[in-house]
């Protein structure tokens, strides 16, 4: 297990992260997370690390997300429920951590950034992207809702393109990334090794250490040559996606006949719906939320969600049969009773959300 996450020191005062599962997109477990956090905790205090390099081994992707086959488990016992929401606390602890650690982050979104991955991400001081950057909040696809501090960045990305990436669980390249505020910099991927060998041969207790990393960083990046998506289509999200309820969306969407129009309303269609007004709820009450207050709402909804069937269901269609043909307990949204959406805002003992 310990392999799964590897931790390097060099005497310059680099520190390297890496992800270490290539074989399943680097995707983190329990155990990751519980290492991650120890080691972040004991670098803060390291005054020998000045810089820490965080990437995903392969070339496929720096993380997928969290293991979903592994908290799919949670609906067989009391004690794989709570094991997953353990999952859910760690995750969580670390990436918050990440947004207000002392010391540079450098962080390598080379190949799939997604979910757990683009937490891990999102509060790096470096966020690079490469042209086979893939990222995306991607939970809608298995009946569950964007966290990892989505309703925090998703929010602050241009317009409402953080509600259509979130409700449509779109997957964006390079230039979008950087576009939404999810990345800074953009390297081409043959590049990388040189620009963390520059990193890696810099004596860093003997620099000006922000200034150094933005020299190098400025030095090995570029202009992305790939097309942006979402920047040409801003005003037709902005207009479909500024309701504050899904049967407006789709309203709106349906009166419109054009191709995103009704392309994004498919997509949306073949959603959970209790997935869908959730999701639209926890990103409309946290356009003011401070970070902190995002995940404290994102761990009550997650264990929220283990116990309620439509996550299982949606990843029992994509991940365990595959047959895409999710059953989910509510099958439109004007089924979707408004008492269910507000009492999974709000934790309380021993009530059965499944139905």
């Known amino acids: 297990m310990t392999n799964e996450v590897l931790f390097s ?15 399943v997109l680097n995707s983190l477990s329990y155990e ?26 392969g070339t496929k992707g720096f993380c997928a997300g969290g293991d979903i086959k592994a908290l799919y488990k949670a609906q ?16 969580y602890q670390v990436d918050q951590a990440i947004y207000s650690y002392s010391k540079p982050i450098v962080a390598l979104l080379d190949g799939i950034v997604m979910g757990g991955g683009v937490g891990l991400t999102y509060g790096s001081s470096y966020r690079i992207v ?25 929010n602050r ?16 390249q390079a230039p979008d990334v950087l576009y939404i505020n999810g990345a800074d910099s953009y390297m081409l991927s043959a590049h ?53 309820t899904m049967e407006e969306i789709i309203e709106s969407l349906a009166h419109d006949s054009s191709e995103f129009a009704s ?15 959730i999701t639209l709820k926890q990103l409309t009450n946290g356009v003011d939320k401070t970070v902190e207050e995002c995940f404290a709402t994102d761990l009550v909804l997650a264990k929220k969600f283990l116990k309620h069937n439509d996550f299982y269901e949606g990843i029992r269609s994509i991940l365990i049969d595959k047959d895409q043909a999710p059953q989910y307990v509510y099958q439109q949204l004007s089924d979707v009773p408004d008492e269910m959406v507000q009492q999974f805002f709000h934790l309380k003992r021993s009530q059965d959300i499944s139905k």
């Open 192 to 244: 990388l090794e040189a620009f963390i060998a520059k990193i890696e041969a810099t004596d860093w207790q003997s620099k000006s250490v922000e200034h150094r990393l933005q020299e190098l960083v400025e030095e090995y990046s570029c202009t992305p040559s790939e097309k942006a998506v979402l920047s040409p289509i801003q005003s037709e999200i902005d207009s479909h996606f500024s309701f504050n």
């Open 76 to 91: 067989s016992s009391q004690s794989a429920l709570e094991k997953a929401e353990r999952f859910f606390e760690e995750e």
């Open 9 to 23: 020191v060099r005497s310059n005062g680099v520190a390297t992260i890496t992800l270490n599962r290539p074989k």
């Open 130 to 154: 490469t042209e086979r950057t893939k990222w995306a909040m991607p939970e809608m696809n298995i009946g569950f809702f964007p966290d990892v501090g989505g309703a925090y960045f998703l």
């Open 263 to 277: 392309k994004t309303k498919r997509l949306l269609l073949s959603k959970s719906p209790a997935s869908l007004k």
């Open 157 to 172: 990305a241009p317009g409402h393109i953080g509600r259509y990436l979130a409700l449509t669980a779109s997957v964006i």
């Open 32 to 57: 990751m997370l519980s290492l991650l956090r120890t080691k972040l905790e004991e670098w803060e205090s390291d005054d020998a690390i000045q810089v820490i390099v965080m990437r995903g081994a």
